[in-house]
């Protein structure tokens, strides 16, 4: 069992920058491949990226460029460094987990463990 807490959400201007943070407690944190989603009213639940126990990372399209993830896996947690934000990144914020046989997969789906969210908001 994994516990996930994001924070480190918030309000902001447009083209301005936010760190988001996840903290994970439980066993094998360090064993499992991590996700960003997110979730703007209206929408689905969007994949924004992912890294695996390596610091290798993925990025959705609409992100790459201006997002980055990293892990610090002494310290079980994982971090969205946001940059050159648009009012269309408002949203909640959620990192999960999953096995590495999914790892970089971004279906919702198939991940096991899932935080609460942090909401981003950005403004024109």
């Known amino acids: 069992q994994v516990q996930l807490v994001e924070s480190g959400g918030g309000s902001v201007q447009a083209g301005g920058s936010l760190t988001l943070s996840c903290v994970a407690s439980?066993?094998?944190?360090?064993?499992?491949?991590m996700g960003w989603f997110r979730h703007a009213p209206g929408k689905e639940r969007e994949y924004v990226a992912s890294?695996?126990?390596?610091?290798?990372?993925h990025y959705a399209n609409s992100v790459e460029g201006r997002l980055t993830a990293s892990r610090d896996n002494a310290k079980n947690t994982l971090y969205l460094q946001m940059t050159k934000l648009k009012p269309e990144d408002t949203a909640m914020y959620y990192c999960?987990?999953?096995?590495?046989?999914?790892?970089?997969?971004?279906?919702?789906?198939?991940?096991?463990?899932w935080g609460r969210g942090t909401q981003v908001t950005v403004s024109s």
């Open positions: 999960a987990a999953v096995g590495f046989l999914y790892c970089h997969n971004r279906y919702p789906g198939v991940y096991n463990y």
């Open positions: 890294i695996d126990r390596g610091g290798r990372s």
């Open positions: 439980g066993d094998g944190y360090s064993n499992y491949c």
